[in-house]
């Protein structure tokens, strides 16, 4: 009777994407809100549903959302960001140390970069999967708290693994770029993140496609002092790239 009730919300919340405590006392009237409660922990510890405030979430669901999310950005000017991939990947040379930070257009960095061996370390579980495709690299992740958007893993102890290790190469992510702010982005501990791969590496690159010009987020990560190369793609304003040039900045 037990297994049966949690079998049958476990299939009602996976049909649904979510429910709340209401709708199970509804369908199971005879079963109290505690017990309910109970099955919902005992559930999220199958590693089936999320608890929410007032009722459950189903993993599948989310999960299904976060791809979802993710898989509209990277179908955003995808041309533009392959561009920016090969580019990048002729930078980087046989057996580099190199950090990768999460997003759509660094996975295209990735997918430029063919069989070259390498140490990689990254803040995106899904550039890992994509590292995987390749035998020759040596792959590390960080650790810390997932962001759902953009599939990225950053906070105090990302950072705290990245200051510790001697990086050749970090490829980094540029949400938005302005001439006031710099290149920014939305997130504070990405923005640290970022931050730490930058200070430990040797090089650094920028990627950031041109639609992004312009636009700015709440947390710089770096002006262009800090950085060795910003690659982007032939549509990026003219006259910026001018300005960035004569700054000492290398802008491909």
Known sequence: MLKDR??????????????TLTELSELFPEVSTMTLRRDLEFLENLGEIVRTKGGAKSI?????????SYNRREFINPELKEEIGKKVAALIKDNSCVFFDAGSTVMQVVKALGDK????????PNIAMELTKNRNCDISVVCGHLNHD???????HAAEFLSGLNIGIAVVAAS???TENGFTCGSYDECMLKQAAIKGATTVIVVMDSTKLGKGHP????????????????????????????SGLKVL
């Open 6 to 19: 949690r079998d049958k919300i476990s299939k009602y919340i996976v049909s649904k994407g979510d429910v």
């Open 117 to 124: 061996p390498l140490f990689a370390i990254t803040s995106g």
């Open 219 to 246: 947390f710089t990560f770096a002006q262009p002092s800090d950085i060795d190369y910003f690659v982007t793609d032939d549509n990026f304003d003219k006259r910026i790239k001018a300005q960035l040039k004569k």
């Open 176 to 178: 938005g770029f302005t």
């Open 150 to 156: 953009n599939i990225s893993l950053s906070g105090l």
């Open 60 to 68: 599948k669901h989310l999960s299904m959302q976060i791809e979802e």
